[in-house]
């Protein structure tokens, strides 16, 4: 089973296919792991593997992934085990695609390694829009099992603050961060209580370089995303 330690982390990955790097944030809120991509309109790993170097991943403490918990916990600690992977695969450069909770972490590595993103795909972003108390209940609703296995060791409460606390409109940026992303950006909306309209609007519409699909999921649409997804990757790969 591939996977890779940080920290007393350990990450499980899958990569498929060869070529440019592509680094996949799947779905699922805390649960985001490999297995979620199955039941989107679309599973990129099976598109691309023929095309590019496929990287999957499971979060910490979901899918096959494990790590202890503490009070320091937050987006940076996901920011660092994605770009710890890439470090232990040897990989510099790379695409990332994310969908749902993929979207903030997207712009995370973009904060964190900007040089080193070299285009991401904002599959409908979770952004804050008069929800958060259903985030506090996804999260609470994540760590109860967590807490039956692991025990209460671990700060959940500090945890849970660091994640959906505050006020920034995606959680780990604030939008006058968006408006200084130089990256290209690929947005396709979201429209629910978790992946708001509004957050896909607020990064398609103040990002430098960001392009917009608004009808994505079903028939034509789906075919016509699918395509441009794959020739917005291949515009911005080397």
């Known amino acids: 089973m591939p996977t890779y330690e940080r920290n007393g982390a350990q990450i499980y990955y899958e990569e498929s296919g060869s070529g440019f790097p592509l680094l996949l944030i799947a779905p699922g809120g805390m649960r985001s ?3 979620f991509w199955d039941n989107t309109p679309w599973n990129p790993i099976e598109q691309l593997q023929g095309s590019y170097r496929v990287i999957a991943m499971d979060q910490r ?19 660092a085990d994605q770009l710890g992977l890439m470090d232990h695969l040897g990989i510099d450069r790379f695409h990332v695609a994310g969908m749902c909770i993929g979207g903030p972490y997207c ?6 390694a900007p ?12 952004g804050r829009d008069d929800n958060q108390d259903a985030f506090y209940a996804m999260f609470d609703d994540w760590a109860e099992p967590l807490k039956a296995s692991m025990g209460e060791a671990g700060d959940w409460q500090g945890f849970r603050e660091n994640m959906y606390g505050g006020d920034k409109v995606l959680f780990n940026v604030d939008a006058e961060f968006v408006q200084t992303v ?11 209580l978790y992946h708001p ?11 430098p370089h960001a392009t917009y699909i608004e009808d994505w999921k079903e028939g034509a649409a789906r075919d016509a995303a699918m395509t441009a997804f794959a020739e917005f990757l291949g515009t911005h790969s080397g």
């Open 33 to 35: 792991a490999i297995s």
């Open 61 to 79: 403490n979901a899918g096959q992934s494990t790590a202890p918990v503490s009070a320091d916990d937050g987006w940076h600690t996901y920011t």
């Open 182 to 192: 130089e990256t290209p950006l690929l947005v396709l909306k979201g429209n629910d």
């Open 115 to 126: 040089q080193r993103v070299a285009s991401a795909t904002l599959f409908q972003t979770i």
């Open 197 to 207: 309209a509004s957050s896909s609007d607020l990064v398609a519409s103040t990002a």
């Open 107 to 112: 712009l995370g590595l973009i904060q964190a």
